[in-house]
């Protein structure tokens, strides 16, 4: 294979919200990584991330394209565009961006818009007989021969095998790119609803003001269903519990 | 849930069912005495 590309994003912290390298484009890469020595690192996005995105040249690849994104401009317009031109023979994708509300539909409208076949959940391409193992449900495998020029799609479940060295990730290239749009009207259905990008980020969690000493004090001191208090009276207090005992057939002489 | 505590404003008796404000005790001994009179 002579031609390998990536298509890396920026992965948002579940916790912090930071930006982060995403999980799942490591996967893709260490499967590229397997399939040929030279593979192209393809980002679209802000060059303010170029630090965050070393941290993909820090597992062991010497440069990544940074086509920069301009404002609401679509991803995929963008990359199609890019790669109308000058496309690799194979491109690979992480199953789904992990930032928020992703879809992971890209690379099925770029497979579309490109006319070429895609291969969802791959595991590992055997580069020797050209062939890809899919991931299927109940630990079943599938061995698919690869076409030529394919679309892949990278299985969550794919091994992590790639090292971070910091080296490496400080001494890598980026690449900045214009980005050029190309409408790809004809790909979107009629039935989707589209949104326009909503840039920052917003918490997963629901942060809480109390801190959970106040929440735990709050909950011993709401009222426990109003029972009754029997105060300063031996005999009637003895006589209620028996009969509250009597009345849950407690007593032995009772039932 | 019946709840012996000598402080009324335990935990314990404001979420019981029945709370009885008594030294444990000696209201044990009395429910006991109770019972071998009606045994």
Redesign the interface.
């Known amino acids: 294979m002579n031609q390998v590309a990536v298509l890396i994003s920026l992965a948002r912290h579940p916790k912090s919200g930071r930006l982060m390298l995403s999980p799942n484009d490591a996967r893709a890469l260490a499967v590229a990584k397997e399939m040929a020595d030279d593979v192209r690192l393809i980002h679209v996005g802000e060059t303010a991330h170029a630090l965050t995105l070393r941290q993909y040249l820090g597992l062991g690849f010497p440069s990544l394209e940074l086509i920069e994104m301009t404002d609401g401009a679509d991803v995929c317009e963008v990359l199609v565009s890019y790669l109308r031109n000058d496309a690799p023979e194979v491109i690979l994708t992480g199953l789904c961006a992990l930032g928020q509300e992703d879809t992971g539909l890209v690379p099925y409208v770029l497979a579309e818009a490109l006319s070429r076949p895609l291969v969802d959940r791959v595991l590992s391409v055997d580069s020797a007989s050209n062939t890809a193992q899919q991931f299927l449900p109940r630990g079943q495998r599938r061995q698919l021969s690869l076409p030529e020029c394919a679309i892949l799609t990278i299985s969550d479940k794919a091994p992590l095998t790639l090292e971070y060295v910091a080296r490496r990730a400080r001494e890598g290239l980026i690449h900045e790119v214009p980005s050029q749009r190309e409408s790809i009207a004809s790909v979107w259905s009629d039935q989707w609803v589209r949104e326009s990008r909503r840039p920052g980020r917003r918490r997963l969690t629901i942060k809480s003001q109390a801190h959970g000493w106040d929440r735990f004090t709050k909950r ?1 001191a709401s ?3 109003g ?6 009276d ?2 009637r ?2 006589d ?3 009969e ?1 005992l009597a009345e849950k057939k407690l ?1 032995p ?1 009772a039932s | 849930m019946i709840a012996v505590n000598l402080d009324e404003t335990c935990d314990l008796v404001k979420r019981a069912d029945l709370a009885v404000i008594a030294d444990a005790e000696t209201w044990m001994q009395s429910v006991i005495d109770r019972m071998e009179v009606l045994a």
């Open positions: 011993l009222p426990g269903g029972g009754e208090v029997i105060k300063n031996l005999e207090s003895v209620r519990v028996l509250v007593l002489n």
